[in-house]
């Protein structure tokens, strides 16, 4: 074996006092590419430089593994890197079992001695988060149809919860429009930061990300802030999953309990009578002979339940118990292998709404800008559509992993198609079920303005589709939240100290800070669609019109190429971003 001062690395026109084949080398023609990775080592090489020899100019390209930086070391009298002991230990080891596997190929290293890569995860906030599987040879192997099913997946989430709620704030007419418009515009946008590395030729960007390129060109300023509003639209995402994962739960033990009690804890609130059920949670309606209203008394044991068994002051405190150790495993692996459960819950939801709709029939009546001769219905046009553009900023949004999801595409030509497919379904998808449920509830006897921003709110308790949709999202939202916590981990930890998990105190902290958020917006302002909107036109503002429409116009500035044309279009893009976000503290 070779001592700690021996090479990692050893030239091709190295000659050494026996014939040797090496272990790793580098990899310049085509002919090496079909060279397997463990080679036939005929005798033991005998080096004696201390430093990793190369005949490239590029030194890093030249290791035989990726060393992390930590695993770099210098030495006061020697300029030159060299990597730590660990790493060195660990390259005899796979030397050892080059030897071995040279008398006997199946004798190959196990997993556990092969660094594994870096884990890449990929995430829309309010969509899904998982791990990408980079290939090995850099190339891209999913047809255009996966590719355009997983940006699909991605971006679906619990916004499609907010859909009808969106459309009731800006009119039903006026939002169908606005959903259609939102998603042009995010296209656009998100087709800028596709492109954006492109406008960097001077430097290898085949690894980059959108932050990255921001970092680039605005230096410092771009790296912190991407930092900071990557934190908004994580921590705003894990703020609405706390406040619906506590709603679900709410809700099942409400089932729980009235099922074995027999008795119906919702009945002393406005519903409509019928086999299909549907309440107005929170009334502001006058009284018809065909709403309901049940009887307000309870029993002691009733109202012992209720006072331990709290939408917002007991259960959100249930969940800490069962969600703050998930949070601090070192990798969230485990959690990653559920994400095919976000797929099956938005497909669920569709069926859900569909037989809704079928069994409810229509309830539409089209009056454009005034209702007060009727209160069960709403305008045409209404000026809180800035709240459904802000929700609609952050369920299009996806521009942060972009980049990376269309990495896998095969037909890399085909990038620019597949994502305005992905983008058309995502908005035909949102259209489907806020359309449906706004257009079939039943008004009279209620009002549209019953609309929950959680449309499953407006579905009782005891409702037996309603009872399995939150069930599996409860069960899905456990399963993503640390997913998103691991993220907020290795962003801002990752920044802050270099180290993902820098200790145990350390991301205790950081889990505290951010589920003690979680529980006090789910006491103090339960409104999904409230939170949604804030964050998502805060994030937005940044990702998806300032920065891609600024760095445009830079690189078109340093091609001299820029015309007035693209600096007005490009500058209304930055103030519709900005009117959207100051909009929402308006309305």
Not at 132 to 139: F, L, R, S, T, Y
């Amino acid at each position: 074996m070779a001592d700690e001062t021996s090479p990692l690395i050893m030239p091709p026109n190295h000659r050494g006092d026996a014939s040797v084949t090496p272990f790793f080398t580098s990899v310049n023609t085509a002919a090496d590419d079909m060279r397997p990775l463990l080679t036939r080592v005929y005798s033991e090489p005998q080096l004696s430089s201390s430093r990793l020899q190369t005949d490239s100019g590029d030194f890093k390209s030249r290791r035989p593994f990726h060393v992390k930086p930590q695993n770099i070391v210098n030495s006061d009298d020697d300029a030159q890197e060299r990597v730590s002991a660990q790493v060195l230990a660990l390259n005899k080891r796979i030397q050892y079992y080059g030897k071995l596997s040279a008398a006997d190929l199946s004798l190959i290293p196990p997993d556990h001695v092969i660094p594994a890569p870096d884990e890449i995860y990929v995430y829309s906030p309010l969509g899904t988060a998982f791990k990408v599987e980079q290939p090995a040879d850099g190339v891209g192997k999913n047809p255009s149809i996966v590719t355009i099913f997983t940006i699909w997946n991605t971006m679906m989430g619990t916004s499609i919860l907010s859909m009808p709620w969106g459309i009731k704030q800006a009119g039903f007419t006026f939002g169908i429009i606005l959903i259609f418009l939102m998603g042009l515009l995010t296209l656009y946008c998100c087709y800028r930061v596709l492109t954006s590395r492109k406008t960097i030729s001077d430097i290898d960007t085949s690894t980059w990300e959108f932050p990255d390129v921001c970092k680039f060109y605005f230096g410092s300023f771009g790296q912190w802030s991407s930092l900071l509003f990557s934190m908004i639209s994580l921590v705003g995402a894990m703020i609405v999953y706390w406040v619906l994962m506590s709603n679900f739960l709410f809700n099942t033990g409400i089932f729980i309990y009235d099922f074995v009690h027999n008795i119906n804890m919702t009945d002393d609130v406005p519903s409509t009578n019928g086999s299909e059920k549907v309440i107005c949670p929170y009334p502001e309606i006058p009284k018809t002979d065909d709403l309901i209203v049940g009887p307000s008394n309870s029993s002691a044991g009733q109202t012992a339940f209720a006072e331990w068994w709290s939408k917002t002051k007991t259960v959100p405190f249930y969940l800490v118990v069962l969600i703050l150790p998930l949070l601090n495993f070192k990798s969230a692996s485990f959690f990653a292998r559920f994400n095919v459960l976000g797929t099956i819950s938005v497909v669920y939801l569709v069926i859900l709404v569909t037989l809704k709709a079928a069994h409810l029939g229509f309830h539409l009546e089209f009056h454009w800008f005034d209702t007060k001769a009727d209160n069960f219905f709403v305008p045409e046009f209404r000026v809180l559509f800035p709240q459904l553009t802000g929700v609609l900023t952050l369920a299009f949004f996806i521009h942060n992993c972009i980049i990376t999801l269309l990495k896998s595409n095969k037909n890399q030509e085909n990038n620019v198609r597949d994502l305005s497919i992905a983008y058309l379904l995502v908005c035909l998808t949102y259209l489907y079920v806020g359309v449906l449920i706004f257009a079939s509830f039943p008004s009279p006897p209620l009002s549209k303005d019953c609309i929950e921003p959680n449309f499953l709110d407006n579905f009782p308790s005891g409702d037996i589709m309603a009872v399995i949709a939150r069930v599996f999202l409860l069960f899905q939202m456990t399963t993503v939240y640390p997913l998103l916590g691991y993220l907020v981990r290795v962003q801002l930890l990752g920044q802050l100290f270099g180290k993902t998990y820098p200790s145990v105190f350390h991301v205790l902290i950081l889990n505290i800070l951010v589920v003690g958020a979680g529980v006090a917006m789910a006491q103090l302002y339960p409104n999904i669609g409230g939170i949604i909107r804030y964050s998502g036109a805060t994030c937005g503002l940044a990702f998806v019109f300032v920065y891609p429409s600024v760095i445009h116009i830079i690189a078109l500035y340093r091609q001299e190429q820029l015309r007035w044309h693209s600096v007005l279009l490009h500058g209304l893009l930055i103030v519709a971003g900005l009117a959207n976000l100051i909009a929402q503290f308006i309305t």
